[in-house]
């Protein structure tokens, strides 16, 4: 029995947004979890930002976050280009997690550490994959024994993402030195950088071109260094930001 197209549109007011140590899309991995050390909080907007509205939350390690893509553009294509298949091969946007979608939703499932309702309500989390400022629409907690299916089929992306081998050079080593968060600083530069945040066509472009992430208060610079058939990011400079 067919029934007619719903013909409304439904509008999203954002209960919350995030603060990240991601400045900006660049250098964000593409899936949450991926760098642990990534610092971020949920905060909630009046009137969402009652302790009732997350009491017993606190028993559940992991949440779902319901967000906005917020600094992708509007328009959306029914193919996209997944980074995971090098960028050439085309998918179908539902067969995707590409940011260019028709409603631009996001969804996230992050490491819940601590819950701070002393002023309003901020969810500390952990492994978080979200731009700072991004909006956030709605919050569920996750449950292992309904949602985590190891058996699953996971299509072009059946395994994690190879890391690469971050060095660093000496003068990044002496910035990171002067820093009272020079450890969580450093691992978090490593799952990062590791990942290999390049566009995907410029692996195939062998280049020694520099490339910069925002993360925290500081700019990484990192560039691809060749050993013969195996590629290492080396970071050159962390500057901190004016």
């Known amino acids: 029995m067919h029934h007619a197209p719903l013909s409304e549109s439904f509008s999203l007011t954002p209960i919350g947004h995030v603060a990240s140590d991601y400045a900006d899309k660049f250098g964000v991995p593409r899936q949450p979890g991926l760098a642990p050390d990534a610092n971020a909080e949920l905060i909630l907007h009046p009137p969402y930002d009652d302790p009732l509205a997350v009491r017993g939350l606190d028993a559940f390690s992991h949440v779902w976050i319901s967000f906005v893509f917020h600094q992708s553009p509007e328009r959306w294509s029914p193919l996209v280009r997944p980074p995971?298949?090098?960028?050439?091969?085309?998918?179908?946007?539902?067969?995707?997690?590409?940011?260019?979608?028709?409603?631009?939703?996001?969804?996230?499932?992050?490491?819940?550490?601590?819950?701070?309702?002393?002023?309003?309500?901020?969810?500390?989390?952990?492994?978080?994959?979200?731009?700072?400022?991004?909006?956030?629409?709605?919050?569920?907690?996750?449950?292992?024994?309904?949602?985590?299916?190891?058996?699953?089929?996971?299509?072009?992306?059946?395994?994690?993402?190879?890391?690469?081998?971050?060095?660093?050079?000496?003068?990044?080593?002496?910035?990171?030195?002067?820093r009272a968060d020079r450890d969580s600083l450093r691992a978090l530069i490593e799952q990062v950088i590791g990942q290999d945040p390049r566009p995907a066509y410029r692996h195939r472009q062998p280049s020694e071109r520099v490339y910069g992430v925002r993360l925290r208060d500081v700019d990484v610079k990192f560039c691809p260094r060749q050993n013969g058939e195996a590629t290492t990011l080396e970071v050159v400079a962390i500057d901190t930001l004016g």
Request: with cysteine; proline share 8%.
């Open 84 to 178: 995971r298949l090098g960028g050439n091969r085309k998918v179908g946007v539902f067969a995707s997690r590409s940011t260019h979608r028709p409603n631009r939703l996001g969804l996230s499932l992050v490491e819940l550490r601590r819950i701070d309702t002393h002023k309003g309500v901020r969810l500390i989390l952990s492994g978080c994959d979200l731009v700072n400022g991004t909006p956030v629409v709605d919050i569920k907690p996750y449950l292992p024994w309904a949602e985590a299916h190891p058996q699953a089929q996971a299509g072009f992306a059946p395994a994690p993402p190879e890391q690469l081998t971050v060095q660093f050079s000496a003068t990044a080593l002496d910035q990171l030195a002067k």
